[in-house]
């Protein structure tokens, strides 16, 4: 492929954007958002203490929306992930089975809790865990004794399994959740990716015993930095509570705290913005679908190249859309120049998580799928606002480079 190829890959990118993209992910406000920030500043509720009532409303839309029955806003995602971990025992000798493709902090947060990674292998359809290849692995490498599953090499109790809906695509979580109850696993569902994402009319993150949505400034919607802890068990969600407020014993004036806690819990300042945001969600939505079918209609047809599309029975939020290289002849990282170049500011989908120096000795199942999609997906610029204004989105045709 030569030169002129990939640039006309990246002109024709740049035929439906309204400006040069800089960001992969630009977050949007209005002038609401100013509002509920001005609101907390002038009553003086900012922090994560005292008066919690944007928290609260935060908190509710969101319980509301998905369906839970508890929602506890936190610091960040990897802060909320990490509280579910250790609200659920996971710690010193527990692995985890986690996908090898995902943002690090996934993991991160599994050491946090001093417990173990264990990569497990992905899926082309859907960029998550591959429950077919995940349950015949367990097969061959677990044994069962005192009522658990071990990992008959290290020895360690395989104790969670950590699924992640990538890029707001729902994995088969239905599939996982029964494997997971099979082997006696808890469930803690990495939906950072995934406010807005359904699976068989069900909010991702609400099938496992606890579940996470991320608020980062790159996200959907944004709350500057934080987490959201969604769960349908009262004595889990009682218990990440505490654990997020430093583990404080409620008190009138004591000071009194009964276990190792954290201070985790969302600021009002960020929960305003949060809730600001989530008013305007459905239009966001709408707006991301835009730009999935905007990429939809240029790559479809085009035998080099595919768009990443959501499983069935399933609605994606849309979060990253995903290009996806069929041509073995096309070079990922000259293309990803190329996109620079014009200004595009497309990225390779994350190094696999055990390649990575300080993650490569711990245990894994063969990845090759894993890394086949690395050497060949590229996520695209995916903000709601990147598309001309009124752009019109014909029926599918080929477009040849």
Not at 22 to 42: A, G, N, V, W
Not at 350 to 368: C, G, I, Q, S, V
Request: charged letters at 25%; glycine letters at 6%; hydrophobic letters at 35%.
């Amino acid at each position: 492929m030569n030169r002129s190829f990939y640039e006309k890959i990246a002109k024709q990118l740049l035929t439906g954007y309204k400006k040069k993209i800089t960001h992969l992910h630009e977050p949007t406000f209005e002038i609401t958002d100013f509002h509920y920030l001005k609101k907390c500043l002038k009553q003086g509720i900012v922090s994560s203490t005292g008066n919690a009532i944007i928290r609260n409303k935060f908190e509710s839309e969101i319980l509301k929306y998905t369906k839970s029955k508890f929602a506890l806003a936190t610091i960040n995602g990897v802060s909320a992930l990490h509280t579910c971990l250790k609200t659920l025992k996971v710690g010193k000798n527990h692995e985890v089975l986690v996908p090898s493709i995902t943002f690090v902090a996934s993991v991160h947060s599994i050491l946090y809790a001093g417990a173990n990674p264990h990569f497990i292998e992905a899926s082309e359809d859907d960029l998550g865990v591959d429950p077919d290849k995940l349950e015949n692995y367990l097969k061959k490498i677990t044994t069962f004794k005192k009522g658990n599953y071990y990992n008959k090499k290290t020895g360690r109790m395989i104790k969670a399994l950590m699924p992640v809906h990538i890029f707001g695509n729902a994995c088969k979580i239905d599939k996982l959740i029964r494997i997971a109850k099979k082997y006696k696993l808890v469930t803690i569902e990495d939906a950072t990716e995934a406010l807005g994402t359904f699976y068989k009319n069900k909010h991702v993150g609400t099938f496992g015993e606890m579940g996470v949505i991320s608020f980062n400034g790159n996200k959907i919607i944004t709350s500057g930095a934080g987490g959201m802890i969604i769960s349908k068990n009262r004595k889990l969600q009682n218990k990440a509570k505490h654990l997020i407020s430093n583990a404080k014993i409620n008190h009138k004036w004591e000071y009194d705290h009964d276990e190792i806690g954290y201070n985790y819990r969302m600021a009002n300042l960020n929960a305003a913005l949060g809730y600001a945001q989530f008013r305007r969600f459905k239009k966001i939505l709408v707006k991301k679908k835009k730009v999935f079918n905007f990429y939809k209609n240029i790559f479809d047809e085009n035998k080099n190249f595919s768009i990443l599309k959501p499983l069935k029975n399933t609605i994606s939020n849309y979060w990253l859309n995903t290009l996806v290289i069929e041509n073995s002849k096309i070079n990922k990282n000259y293309l990803i120049r190329i996109f620079h170049k014009f200004n595009i500011k497309a990225r390779p989908i994350w190094k696999p998580l055990h390649t990575l120096k300080h993650l490569r000795n711990y245990p894994k199942m063969p990845l090759e799928t894993t890394n086949k999609i690395y050497k060949k997906v590229i996520s695209l610029p995916s903000g709601p606002n990147i598309l001309v204004k009124n752009l019109k989105i014909s029926k599918n045709k080929e477009v040849k480079f």
